[in-house]
């Protein structure tokens, strides 16, 4: 599940996409404004979380140019300003929330899953299933005939990009930018390390295999699969 994250702070925004991540979640970082609309308007995320203050273009002008090009993803706002007028302003603009410095994180936590839960106004896609195996993205579980899966963070993030985009085989360049945030290394065995874990979870144990490799192009996971 995507999270768009716009934080100029640096220690701020580290501190929130590394906490973001380790809760499973794939998160975008942008420093400014300018930098997190373009995102917001080129990229697909189930939420974003905006500071007020930004460089470039703040957090209001950012809400605003999202909603007149008709993304209905829900925003949190993030802002040291308390003010009600500030708070109204946000919801005004289209807010699904807004969260005053400083916050635990377990309370971001707690509001960015209601948020996630609620869905966007278009009714975000919660669960997927290819043939016996079901995931479900709100609960963090994945089942497959009636079996409960227990997957690390980044095995369930592998998972989730792969059933979103059944059928399709994705190059490991697109495995690497999504997963694990980085630039694909022809050099690095990390990916096929990861699918290797996730096949023996997922696939090993059973009749039909889901998971397949096509030799020099990627992966994908098919639902009529039997190796």
Same mark, same amino acid.
């Given at each position: ?39 917001? #308007? ?35 706002? #993030? ?45 975000? &896609? ?83 295999? #889901?998971?397949? &490799? ?14």
């Amino acid at each position: 599940m995507r999270i768009l994250l716009v934080e100029d702070e640096p220690k701020s925004g580290d501190y929130l996409k590394q906490g973001l991540t380790e809760a499973g979640f794939n998160v975008d970082l942008a420093r400014d404004g300018v930098d997190g609309l373009h995102l917001a #308007l080129t990229e697909n995320y189930e939420l974003a979380i905006l500071d007020v203050m930004l460089p470039g273009k703040d957090g209001w002008a950012v809400l605003g140019d999202i909603r007149r090009a008709g993304k209905d993803m829900p925003v949190m706002f #993030l802002t040291a300003r308390d003010a009600v007028d500030d708070r109204v302003k946000g919801l005004e603009l289209g807010a699904d929330d807004y969260l005053v410095k400083p916050f635990a994180f377990s309370e971001l936590l707690a509001r960015v899953r209601t948020l996630l839960r609620r869905g966007s106004k278009s009714s975000t &896609t919660e669960t997927f299933q290819v043939a016996d195996l079901e995931l479900d993205l709100l609960r963090r579980r994945v089942v497959r005939a009636g079996h409960r899966i227990d997957l690390t963070s980044k095995e369930f993030a592998l998972l989730e990009l792969l059933m979103r985009r059944q059928g399709e085989v994705l190059p490991r360049s697109l495995i690497a930018s999504q997963v694990w945030d980085m630039n694909f290394d022809s050099d690095t065995n990390v990916i096929e390390v990861a699918i290797r874990r996730l096949r023996a979870k997922v696939d090993d144990a059973f009749e039909c295999k #889901l998971i397949r &490799t096509v030799r020099g192009m990627g992966y994908v996971i098919e639902a009529d699969t039997a190796l």
